[in-house]
């Protein structure tokens, strides 16, 4: 079974940078979509960035120009860059793999918190 986990959490202060990694273990063949997803308090989650096989990304509007979702020389890495960090930002960030091992299945991280006040 594949387990995510994510790190690079933590308070900032409006404007500062963080940069999130997953990293993934397990028996994963190929990943066909790796993504970032947010959750702040009363809110939905929402879909942040992903990069799907072939290497397209996406952003949310509300990060484009601002955060970049990167994966991991070593393929089973993802990150999230994010820059001018604003306080409608802070959520709980959860990394999200759809992959294949012995079959195709999808993995969630634990979530990291993110804060950004001053």
């Known amino acids: 079974q594949v387990q995510l986990v994510e790190s690079g959490g933590g308070l900032v202060q409006p404007g500062g940078s963080l940069r999130l990694s997953c990293a993934a273990s397990?028996?994963?063949?190929?990943?066909?979509?790796m993504g970032w997803y947010r959750q702040a308090p009363g809110s939905q989650r929402e879909l942040v960035a992903r990069i799907i096989s072939g290497g397209n990304t996406y952003y949310a509007d509300s990060v484009k120009d601002r955060f970049a979702v990167s994966r991991g020389n070593g393929k089973n890495t993802l990150y999230l860059q994010m820059n001018s960090l604003k306080p409608e930002d802070t959520a709980v960030y959860y990394c999200y793999f759809e992959y294949s091992g012995s079959y195709r299945a999808a993995a969630w991280g634990q979530g990291t918190q993110v804060t950004v006040s001053s």
């Open positions: 397990g028996s994963i063949s190929t990943i066909y979509v």
